[in-house]
């Protein structure tokens, strides 16, 4: 089964103008990725690595591939007729589309390149995106956008040996594989369940000093020994949140981007709410996973900057629940 035949089939799930927008949307973000995929692999021979020069809002330095993968995502989403305004990593504040403001008209989170530390190196990459009703497009702010459980459909991009799309409308989360010859994506991961829990967990352990106690701790817990309890887990991290989410989508475990607490009044996510952390919530528990903050549900949590951060562990119902009991403790 292609991409647009199984969009078409999601009708049952959303109001009839809402799966039209979703099925327009997500169909373009797949022509999108056909053409990122294919950049990305002659991007060194068309001298398309390095960096731009400039910094994003939430201080990135910014690539040439990032500046390029959100000029190309702003343009297909205009030209979906479904996407009222696009809230990217790589602009500022919301781009309006006036072409997408009608009754199919949805507010587009994305994360045009995810893990773009990874470019230079041929490491992998992602694109990330949320999508929302966006009731006439209210530009009153992010909080107008509501919580994650707002969203009608999330999904991500991965650049790597294949180019995977994975995407869930509230009814499960389902993985297509891109035909590299066409373009085409084919289903090939149908109704992806997540294991109940697992034996691997990805985190960047060199910001130990940033975290909570309980993150510690419960790290401490993952690496020491107990037969009985599958420990220790093994540690697997590449610096892309789409390909860690991917593997931890198949086989179980946890990843994890905590906040940094060294002012635990003031706890900082490095991850963005949005168009990262709301949108894996999404999938990971359309696929009987869980995403928490280590003390909130992920989906619960309304934005109240565009770029807000917020973090992140997220994975297996039951290490999930473990790392929240660690965080209570
Ligand atoms: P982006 O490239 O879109 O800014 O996102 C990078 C993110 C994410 O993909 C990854 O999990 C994380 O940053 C890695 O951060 P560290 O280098 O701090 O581990
Ligand atoms: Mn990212
Ligand atoms: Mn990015």
Redesign the pocket.
Known sequence: MTLDEHLARQQATLASDQARGMALVVSRIGSVAAVIAQELAHAALRVQLGYAGGTNLTG?QVKKLDVWGHEIMTAALRKSGACAALVS?EAPEPIEMPEGKGSTGLVVAC?P?????NLDVNGTVGTIFSLRPSRGWDPAGPAALGPGTEQIAAGYVMYGPATTLVYTAGSGTHGFTMDRATGEFFLTHPDIRIPQKGKVYGI?EGNISTWHPGQRAFVEYLRTPDKATGRPYSLRYS????A?VHRTLLDGGLFM?PADMRDPAKPKG??RLLYEVAPMGMIVEQAGGRASTGTERVLDVTATEYHQRAAIIVGSPDDVALAEEFYRR
């Open positions: 990135d990593e994360d390149v995810d893990g773009s530390s960047n610096g892309a949140m789409v860690d981007y490095k991850l």
